[in-house]
Nanobody, 126 residues
Framework: VQLQASGGGLVQAGGSLRLSCVAS????????MGWFRQAPGKEREFVAA????????EYADSVKGRFTISRNNANNALYLQMNSLKPEDTAVYYC????????????????????WGRGTLVTVSS
């Protein structure tokens, strides 16, 4: 599975960005997907996850109510809509895929994912 994330950039606090992740090499509809981020000097942390058909989602407490994860299986695409951005959201954002799962499952730990994109940088200025 190859993952390509895009959509990062520089935005002012309170602004919005939409990240995209396009997958290839595997049936996208059978992959559990997630977003993680890593800020400078910090460990990678969970942001959001979504099940095969998008029926189940989970978010980190720090982004609940501000970020929305979604997917379009017909287009092999994963999205992360980020609203009300804060300077502490500044990080490299990574999309991840897990093929060894069952329908309805999602994962919040990085070790559950076999495939990772290269990441896209999000910078939120105050």
């Amino acid at each position: 599975v190859q993952l390509q994330a895009s959509g990062g950039g520089l935005v002012q606090a309170g602004g919005s960005l939409r990240l995209s992740c396009v997958a290839s090499g595997r049936t996208f509809g059978s992959l559990a997907m997630g977003w993680f981020r890593q800020a400078p000097g910090k460990e990678r942390e969970f942001v959001a996850a979504i099940s095969w058909r998008g029926t189940r989602k989970e978010y980190a407490d720090s982004v609940k109510g501000r970020f929305t994860i979604s997917r379009n299986n017909a287009n092999n695409a994963l999205y992360l809509q980020m609203n009300s951005l804060k300077p502490e959201d500044t990080a490299v954002y990574y999309c991840a895929a897990d093929e060894n799962t069952v329908s309805g499952a999602y994962h919040t730990t990085s070790g559950a994912y076999e495939y990772w994109g290269r990441g896209t940088l999000v910078t939120v200025s105050s």
